[in-house]
Nanobody, 123 residues
Framework: QVQVVESGGGLVQAGGSLRLSCTAS????????MGWFRQTPGKEREGVSCITRSGAITRYADSVKGRFTISRDNAKNTLYLQMNSLQPEDTAMYYC????????????????WGQGTQVTVSS
């Protein structure tokens, strides 16, 4: 059974940084586009960032461009999201996702989801 597990969330003050990690097991990690989505109560889950199989192409939501950096280590089956200059509006549950189109980055296409890790940014 495929397992996708996020870690690294927590509470941070505005302006601070966090690094999220996502490990995938029983999944041909290097063959899938990977990415991060986030969701707050009462709102739809939205795409934050994605990265293609080789890591050659990355994409970011406008709201995080210049502050977040996505990367992956295929040898370790691990995806990362470095989040800098965090703001209260970044507060959300962050989900790791596998197997979808980075060009479109919509939730309906995602093949595998993690359980999520909470990020809370205090003002």
């Amino acid at each position: 059974q495929v397992q996708v597990v996020e870690s690294g969330g927590g509470l941070v003050q505005a302006g601070g940084s966090l690094r999220l990690s996502c490990t995938a097991s029983r999944l041909p990690f290097e063959r899938y586009t990977m990415g991060w989505f986030r969701q707050t109560p009462g709102k739809e889950r939205e795409g934050v960032s994605c990265i293609t199989r080789s890591g050659a192409i990355t994409r970011y939501a406008d709201s995080v461009k210049g502050r977040f950096t996505i990367s992956r280590d295929n040898a370790k089956n691990t995806l990362y999201l470095q989040m800098n200059s965090l703001q209260p509006e970044d507060t959300a549950m962050y989900y790791c996702a596998a197997d979808f189109s980075c060009q479109i980055m919509t939730t309906t296409q995602v093949g595998y989801w993690g359980q999520g890790t909470q990020v809370t940014v205090s003002s």
